[in-house]
């Protein structure tokens, strides 16, 4: 059995299929603009689908929830936690705009109407939004900093954060007051690519 419909067989068909499409999309705009590394895009579903995924394991987005993806990239984690979670509205914002462009076509094919994308650096970008997500832009502290705007002082919808990231980072995680939780992805997903990976949850 497929690994997406392995470990997460809630999803409904269409939602296996836009999965699904995601492959062959990604390879063909992978050969006219280098979004994602070729050695990673032999690996496309586990460490860019499913890595991405992660956070729907962990998350529970509660209808109507305003998320946005800082760092997105190519569109990970948003695109494929837009599909998860079609009754969510998700702002994919990156500084490159030519890998928006990719994320656009995504959303015209998959016809994904709950994605946005913002071209911006996230420290020039405001918004109102009910959770944060991303995938090891930098590190904590820095991120932190980047998104200090965006935080609960600021914005009193938000209600936290997820960050997927690798490695030990305990002492990043020290220096913060918030409440935080930290989820090994080895124990939901196994295959080797997950061993050290994990999501950190922040709440505000």
């Not at 837009?82 to 702002?91: G, H, K, L, Q, R």
């Not at 305990?170 to 939901?188: A, Q, T």
Request: with cysteine; net charge positive; glycine share 6%.
């Amino acid at each position: 059995m497929d690994e997406i419909r392995r470990y997460f067989p809630e999803f409904s068909s269409k939602q296996y299929e836009q999965l699904d499409q995601l492959t062959e999309i990604y390879e063909e705009w992978n050969a006219k603009i280098n979004v994602i590394s070729r050695k990673d895009m032999m690996h496309f579903r586990e460490r860019h689908v499913l890595h991405s995924l992660g956070i729907q394991k962990f998350a529970g987005f509660e209808k109507g929830s305003n998320i946005l993806d800082i760092g997105t990239g190519g569109g990970f984690p948003g695109v494929p936690l837009a599909i998860a979670n079609p009754e969510c509205n998700f702002t994919l914002l990156d500084s490159i705009g030519k890998k928006l462009k990719v994320i656009e076509e995504v959303k015209h094919q998959l016809n994904l109407k709950n994605i946005t994308t913002v071209h911006s650096r996230v420290e020039d970008h405001d918004g109102q939004y009910h959770y944060i997500v991303s995938r090891a832009v930098t590190n904590m502290p820095s991120f932190m900093k980047l998104t200090r705007h965006l935080s609960m002082k600021e914005n009193k919808t938000l209600k936290g954060l997820f960050y997927l990231k690798g490695g030990d980072f305990n002492d990043e995680l020290r220096k913060f007051k918030m409440k935080f939780k930290i989820y090994d992805l080895n124990k939901s997903f196994e295959t080797a690519f997950f061993e050290t990976k994990k999501v950190i949850e922040l709440r505000y």
